[in-house]
Nanobody, 127 residues
Framework: QVQLVESGGGLVQPGGSLRLSCTTS????????IGWFRQAPGKEREGVSC????????LYGDTVKGRFTISKDNGMNKVYLQMNTLKPEDTGVYSC????????????????????WGKGTLVTVSS
């Protein structure tokens, strides 16, 4: 059974950091591209970052470039999103998604279909 479970969210002050984890099971992580998305209340889902299957090429949305870093550990079946210099506008529910692709990744949710998504973890950036 394919599962993706996000963790690491919480309340953080502006300028702070969090590291999110996406723990996967039921598939070989090194065969899949993984994307991180977020959705703020009343807003559309936004692509944050993604990482392709080996050798793990990465993409970042313009609003997070230079502040967020995506990485993965195939042996641990985890994908991480290190978030630094957080801003109030980074607040939202962060979800990870997986798709089996030979090359690349994209920051568009339709690229990942509807089947392999986690339920999300809430990140709140506020003083």
């Amino acid at each position: 059974q394919v599962q993706l479970v996000e963790s690491g969210g919480g309340l953080v002050q502006p300028g702070g950091s969090l590291r999110l984890s996406c723990t996967t099971s039921g598939f070989a992580l090194n065969d899949y591209a993984i994307g991180w998305f977020r959705q703020a209340p009343g807003k559309e889902r936004e692509g944050v970052s993604c990482i392709s299957r080996n050798p793990g090429r990465t993409l970042y949305g313009d609003t997070v470039k230079g502040r967020f870093t995506i990485s993965k550990d195939n042996g641990m079946n985890k994908v991480y999103l290190q978030m630094n210099t957080l801003k109030p506008e980074d607040t939202g529910v962060y979800s990870c998604a997986a798709v089996r692709r030979m090359i690349g990744c994209q920051l568009v949710s339709s690229y990942y279909g509807e089947d392999y998504w986690g339920k999300g973890t809430l990140v709140t950036v506020s003083s």
